[in-house]
């Protein structure tokens, strides 16, 4: 069985823990988290990537990624911007797998948070050493869809492709 088809067996066995092949094989893969207002799962549903998202609770396991990844976070900081990351998502960090295989990291928040906008990407790309690849408000617009699409299969091609 493929990494992703095992992942995949896995995802099925739990609702909010889902992986989306609908797209090719070759797309961008992109894992992450979205709450229960769901506004970050609204605008992964509208790229054309392979897509998994971790599970709501942080009582379930987190999925092992062996193949490259791009993760999309929004933040849910405390006022003064304190453990903006989920912890969802910084359980599935804490996998050395899954930081080995982290290529970058699409920001979610909201611009009424001011300097503190998607401070979570922020606070993920440096820890990790990972670009910082787009920022975009609650569910997106269709620009940020736009942008995101090409800029992500830039991105895809040339960090997965092999150099000559
Ligand atoms: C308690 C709380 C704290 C938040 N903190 C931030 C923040 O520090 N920075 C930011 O840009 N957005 C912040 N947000 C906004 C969320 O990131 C935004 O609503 C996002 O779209 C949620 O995504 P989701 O619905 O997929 O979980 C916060 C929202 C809540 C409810």
Redesign the pocket.
Known sequence: MSTLATVLAAAQERESHRLDVTAGEESPLVVY??????????FIQKLPVRSLRLPLKTSEPTPQLTEPFVLAV?????PG?AG?VPPQVVKFLNQPVNRQHLMGVI???????GS?????AEKVAVKCQVPLLYKF???GTDQDVEEVTLGLDKFWQASTQPRD
């Open positions: 988290f979205s709450s229960v207002t769901r506004n970050t799962d609204r929004p933040s849910y900081g405390r911007g903006s920001g979610a928040g909201n611009t009424n948070f503190l906008f998607c401070v979570a408000e609650l569910m």
